[in-house]
């Protein structure tokens, strides 16, 4: 199983940016699909996720209308588009993948930093870093 993220780089605040995490080794219908990013020194925190299957998505509040998430099947990948991006955006962008949905929906919808709760997530890929600068 593989999980590529790309797309990451420098930007101005208030510019955009267009993530990209091409999926191999899984059967991507049964499977939920987030964002999750780190900042220097700071936990791990919930982005964006989406359901392979329905479509169905989630942001966490501070991204709301800024960020879309959205899949190709056909091609196995999922985007994260950002718009409007804010100093507080910067961090390394990780794509990560499970069967049971409620672990990423969790860490998206509740906001939490909780370490706990991103261990047991299972598929993580290697980030990419985002780095929002004047």
């Known amino acids: 199983v593989q999980l590529q993220a790309s797309g990451g780089g420098l930007v101005q605040p208030g510019g955009s940016l267009r993530l990209s995490c091409t999926i191999s080794?899984?059967?991507?219908?049964?499977?939920?699909v987030a964002w999750i990013r780190q900042a220097p020194g700071k936990e791990r925190e919930g982005v964006s996720c989406?359901?392979?299957?329905?479509?169905?998505?989630h942001h966490r509040d501070s991204v709301e209308g800024r960020f879309t998430i959205s899949k190709d099947n056909a091609k196995k990948t999922v985007y994260l588009q950002m718009y409007s991006l804010k100093p507080e955006d910067t961090g390394v962008y990780y794509c990560?993948?499970?069967?049971?949905?409620?672990?990423?929906?969790?860490?998206?919808?509740?906001?939490?930093?909780?370490?706990?709760?991103?261990?047991?997530?299972?598929?993580w890929g290697k980030g990419t870093q985002v780095t929002v600068s004047s």
């Open positions: 990560a993948a499970d069967a049971l949905s409620y672990k990423l929906i969790h860490v998206v919808v509740v906001d939490t930093t909780t370490p706990i709760m991103y261990s047991g997530i299972t598929y």
């Open positions: 080794g899984l059967p991507l219908d049964d499977y939920t």
């Open positions: 989406i359901s392979m299957n329905t479509g169905t998505t």
